[in-house]
């Protein structure tokens, strides 16, 4: 509904490139990226906006973004590391075996050895402590690292908010929807109700006829969404 709220997200891998005492989210001329944050948190006035941040940020990064909700009271900072993701983890151990075992039960001319010896090494790397899913992807500071903790949030949706106990969230149930928006996406006005019968929906975009989904925006109408919890079963299962 109209007071569902928005989620943008900046994982930065060099907030040295910013100002130690500055918001460490691009805003220039050619990328507003906070320009378009701020623009919506404006014209949303009645809905939750809040920025899943992760990075290695210097005290007086983290007291601009403080500043940044005072300006902005809808606007609510959400920390990487102040959420709880555990329930969505697996050990790295157990998907290397799996797949091990999957590879070893095949008939002997149609195995991959090269990838069996592969998947054996990589289990013998994990190193102590390491043995995450999770922890796999804070590793990686990339892309990856990005798109697998966007998805966590969307799985989450509204109950981030509750979770990292910002002021002006109490009103989200635990089952509240959210949706996300890339901080390109540029609000112009209100985008009101959002009619979505399966319970999520990204956009669409169409190029010479051909549909292509973009993961730019994804609404989703409640925590743990099927969808998401499917894609969340083939991370479960992945060795790269």
Same mark, same amino acid.
């Given at each position: ?88 983890? /697996?050990? %790295? &151990?157990? @998907?290397?075996?799996? *797949?091990? $075992?999957?590879?070893? !039960?095949?008939?002997?001319? +149609? ?9 054996? /090494?990589? %289990? &013998?790397? @994990?190193?102590?402590? *390491?043995? $995450?899913?999770?922890? !796999?992807?804070?590793?990686? +500071? ?99």
């Amino acid at each position: 509904d109209e007071k569902t709220p928005l989620l943008f997200q900046w994982f930065e891998r060099n907030p040295a490139r910013f100002g130690k005492n500055d918001i460490p989210i691009i805003n220039t001329e050619k990328n507003p990226y906070l320009n378009n944050i701020i623009k919506a948190a404006t014209i949303e006035k009645e809905r939750l906006i809040g920025i899943f941040v992760d990075g290695d940020f210097f005290p007086g990064q983290k007291d601009a973004f403080s500043k940044l909700e005072y300006d902005y009271e809808n606007i609510k900072v959400i920390y990487r590391n102040d959420i709880d993701f555990s329930m969505y983890d /697996k050990k %790295l &151990s157990e @998907i290397y075996m799996e *797949n091990i $075992s999957k590879q070893e !039960s095949m008939p002997e001319e +149609k195995r991959d050895c090269h990838l069996l010896q592969l998947l054996k /090494k990589e %289990l &013998s790397d @994990i190193q102590e402590g *390491n043995d $995450s899913l999770i922890k !796999s992807y804070l590793l990686d +500071k990339g892309h990856g690292w990005f798109d697998f903790y966007r998805n966590m949030a969307m799985l989450k949706a509204g109950q981030l908010f509750l979770e990292a106990d910002k002021v002006g969230c109490y009103d989200l149930s635990t089952n509240s929807g959210c949706i996300y928006l890339d901080a390109d996406m540029i609000i112009t006005e209100k985008l009101g109700g959002i009619y979505i019968p399966d319970g999520i929906a990204v956009h669409v975009e169409r190029i010479d006829g051909r549909a292509s989904m973009e993961n730019g925006i994804i609404a989703v109408d409640r925590n743990n969404h099927p969808a998401l919890l499917a894609g969340l079963e083939i991370m479960h299962t992945k060795f790269d």
